[in-house]
């Protein structure tokens, strides 16, 4: 499992102690206790009981004032905020707990409704509307009047909340990750590398100018990018750098490349620090151009991840709002990037409302003959304050009503060209086909890299023959021929446990010799 640090609650955090030095802070993030705990079983089984365990852990008699905000980031934390919540106050009767992020902010009604031990939402961004909570004598009488904390007893009066943005982002002191194990994050990387990585992320805006359908960035941060200052950026790489001797930065900002002067100052700067880059999200398919890749070459960048999104022009512009990515971009794109040897990754989206059965076939196309190393395939996700979400709620799209059901590996939407069924086919048949049975390092002879890139995989999702299979073909074209036994043989365990595997590797005419488990491929 990924292990991203929590940027919101560590941004808030770092805020709030700027004004209240003397308070005690926890960031506890149950992703990676419920790890250390080996407690996920349990977890699934008896999650009241498994969190109010390790809340315990945090309790002391000595609290005064407790004041607990639960991030909620994806459709699939929904469900979790009613029994994180009731375990809270659990343990801290008295405590104030309040729930904000992308799903409390947008599906505030069905929040507070689930949610019956939740005092309040905290709407959109967190850091001014909790510094002013903390600052209230009476807070009661505040947060009925305040426009960015929703309650109850607002909604049973039609309140409709409103925005409390911080615009100089340069108050945020320089990230204080001592308010966290950094060491259980430092070592995660995207690269395709081996290295020793000790790496901390890069964020430096809000907002988006873009109106994608399928995003709700905008429903958080606004659609006007507020930036911190390129002084206050170097400020903090300088001291995060010296303070946790990082060798990476990871950037998570979307907006990294509107502003090309601050992009190159930034590139240079990381260059200078001997400071490799690395990109979380993708890369603006309309900024490549040679100036660009190289100057990335040259901060370390070895990954480029294309926001491609789909092979159909006018899926991009009338379906998605991305008219300003063109196909032919793509090509040059990924052209460039091969020429100064970059790993090249596409990012897709399928089945939007408004998508066609023929233009489905035409992305799948595209994203089987333009060239990539690796593609990622997703479900359309309706993410609550999206335009996707919207659309789909209004025209009855949504195959299930649970909001926690909306991820980007299951699909939910249903229309009259396709069921979910149809698109989580073509999404798994695609991605298996051009990452696996058409892999374009092992066509072209590196091995090495496709091997791991299957190893990715195989720690992420250890369900998937497919990429034991082939990582075990690896192993035998690098004359590993014990790796490839044990890779090959774990591949032929994990395809028996379901029917789904033996369809889909008869389908690519693998087969695999029971008794010695070698592999052919007819």
């Not at 035409?362 to 395939?377: A, H, M, P, S």
């Not at 798994?428 to 892999?439: A, C, G, I, P, S």
């Amino acid at each position: 499992m990924r292990k991203e640090i929590p940027m919101g609650a560590v941004s808030i955090a770092t805020y709030i102690k700027k004004y209240y030095c003397d308070w005690k802070y926890e960031i506890i993030d149950f992703n990676i206790i419920l790890d250390e705990k080996e407690c996920r079983i349990q977890f699934c089984e008896d999650s009241e009981s498994v969190l109010t365990d390790i809340l315990q852990d945090y309790y002391s008699e000595q609290d005064n004032e407790v004041i607990i905000g639960i991030s909620a980031i994806f459709n699939a934390t929904f469900t979790y905020l009613d029994v994180i919540s009731k375990s809270c106050k659990k343990v801290w009767k008295n405590a104030f707990v309040f729930a904000g992020g992308f799903v409390p902010s947008n599906l505030y009604k069905e929040t507070l409704t689930n949610a019956l031990y939740l005092d309040a939402v905290s709407f959109g961004e967190g850091e001014l509307p909790i510094l002013k909570y903390m600052q209230a004598t009476d807070k009661k009488s505040f947060l009925e009047k305040n426009s960015a904390w929703i309650t109850r007893n607002k909604l049973r009066n039609d309140f409709v909340p409103h925005h409390d943005f911080l615009y100089d982002l340069d108050e945020i002191p320089a990230l204080d990750y001592s308010l966290i194990n950094f060491e259980k994050y430092s070592d995660h990387t995207h690269a395709q590398t081996k290295r020793k990585i000790v790496a901390a992320p890069l964020m430096f805006s809000r907002g988006c100018p873009f109106n994608c359908c399928f995003c709700a960035s905008h429903s958080i941060h606004g659609k006007k990018v507020r930036y911190n200052s390129l002084e206050k950026i170097i400020e903090d790489i300088g001291i995060i750098k010296e303070k946790y001797r990082i060798n990476t930065l990871v950037v998570w900002d979307d907006n990294f490349f509107v502003d090309m002067n601050r992009a190159y100052a930034l590139l240079d700067y990381c260059e200078k620090l001997d400071i490799q880059l690395e990109f979380a999200n993708s890369f603006p398919v309309y900024r490549m151009n040679e100036e660009l890749v190289v100057r990335l070459k040259r901060a370390g960048v070895e990954v480029a991840s294309l926001a491609i999104e789909s092979g159909c022009q006018r899926v991009l512009d009338e379906v998605m709002h991305k008219g300003h990515v063109k196909l032919e971009m793509v090509r040059s794109a990924i052209a460039v990037l091969r020429k100064h040897g970059f790993y090249v990754k596409g990012m897709f989206v399928i089945g939007l409302p408004g998508e066609t059965k023929e233009e489905l076939e035409e992305t799948v196309e595209f994203i089987k003959t333009v060239g990539l190393n690796w593609v990622d395939v997703f479900s359309a996700s309706p993410i609550a304050g999206s335009e996707l979400y919207e659309i789909c709620k209004k025209n009855g799209y949504l195959d299930n009503e649970g909001a926690e059901k909306y991820d980007f590996y299951t699909c939910c939407i249903k229309t009259d060209e396709f069921t979910p069924q149809d698109i989580e086919k073509i999404q798994l048949e695609t991605v298996l086909y051009t990452d696996y049975v058409n892999n374009w390092d092992m066509i072209h002879g590196d091995y090495q890299t496709a091997f791991i890139n299957f190893g990715h995989v195989m720690k992420s999702n250890p369900d998937n023959p497919f990429a034991f299979y082939y990582a075990g073909e690896c192993a035998k074209k690098m004359g590993d021929s014990e790796t490839a036994e044990r890779l090959i043989g774990q591949a032929f365990e994990i395809k028996n446990k379901d029917k789904k595997w033996d369809e889909l590797f008869e389908k690519y005419n693998i087969k695999i010799n029971e008794s010695k488990k070698e592999p052919w491929i007819d």
